[in-house]
């Protein structure tokens, strides 16, 4: 089976903290992703990565940054978390593969809490 | 503008009946791949059931079939014989072959009850 693991399931932190959210997977996948969710908004795209030290910008970048120095491993960085990042986290990785048919798999979220 | 579309905000539907959940998208890629994905309470995403843009028949996973109608641009969710188990946020999603990235696009996802 496909084991994407996130590190925390809940995590509180304070205004101005820098927030590691780290993500990995035992599949050997290329692409690896971070969505965060809202109720209404579905999943956004903060970052991807199709590559070790490879990532690109999603939909809302901005106030976060990643690292992905080993294939498996892709972490979600806050550099100052803010309170309209309080949100749920997921991350998910996939096959480079043909475009269409490869499904991404997902970790099981962490839901964070900026205060 | 939207390009994936979910009307449907929740439903509520009696176990053992069917279930029809509603998306549309909007793409000018000519090639493109239709997921549905089941997010329970615990929040993991569940990958359900897989369509392709040039696929022939409809895809059927179990209970679970994708009524595609290409024209339409729709891409419903049918459960059928509903179980309690099936109480879940629903999301569709599409990936376009032009996105060379291949980066999953998202529609806002529908809350599904079952009633006993």
């Known amino acids: 089976d496909v084991k994407v693991t996130q590190s925390s399931r809940y995590l509180v932190k304070r205004t101005g903290e820098k927030v590691f959210l780290e993500c990995v997977q035992d599949m050997d996948h290329e692409n690896m992703f971070w969505y965060r969710q809202d109720p209404g908004l579905g999943l956004r795209l903060i970052y991807f990565s199709y590559d070790v030290k490879m990532k690109e910008k999603g939909d809302i970048p901005e106030g976060y940054s990643v690292s992905r120095e080993k294939k498996e491993r892709f972490s979600l960085i806050l550099e100052s978390a803010s309170t309209n990042q309080t949100s749920m986290y997921l991350c998910?990785?996939?096959?480079?593969?043909?475009?269409?048919?490869?499904?991404?798999?997902f970790g099981q979220g962490t839901r964070l809490t900026v205060v | 503008a939207q390009k994936i579309t979910q009307t449907q905000p929740g439903m509520f539907v009696q176990e053992k009946e069917a279930v029809t959940l509603d998306c549309t998208y909007d793409?000018?890629?000519?090639?493109?791949?239709l997921f549905w994905y089941k997010q329970p309470s615990s929040g993991e995403m569940i990958f359900l059931i897989y369509?392709?843009?040039?696929d022939q028949q409809n895809a059927t996973e179990g209970r679970y079939s994708l009524n595609f109608q290409k024209a339409r641009k729709s891409a419903n969710l049918v459960i059928s014989a509903s179980q309690l188990g099936d109480s879940a946020m629903y999301f569709c999603?599409?990936?376009?072959?032009?996105?060379?990235?291949?980066?999953?696009?998202w529609g806002a996802g529908t809350k599904l009850i079952i009633k006993p």
């Open positions: 999603a599409m990936r376009e072959v032009m996105d060379s990235n291949y980066q999953l696009i």
């Open positions: 998910a990785s996939s096959f480079l593969g043909q475009a269409g048919s490869t499904e991404a798999f």
């Open positions: 369509q392709g843009s040039y």
């Open positions: 793409t000018s890629d000519p090639s493109y791949g």
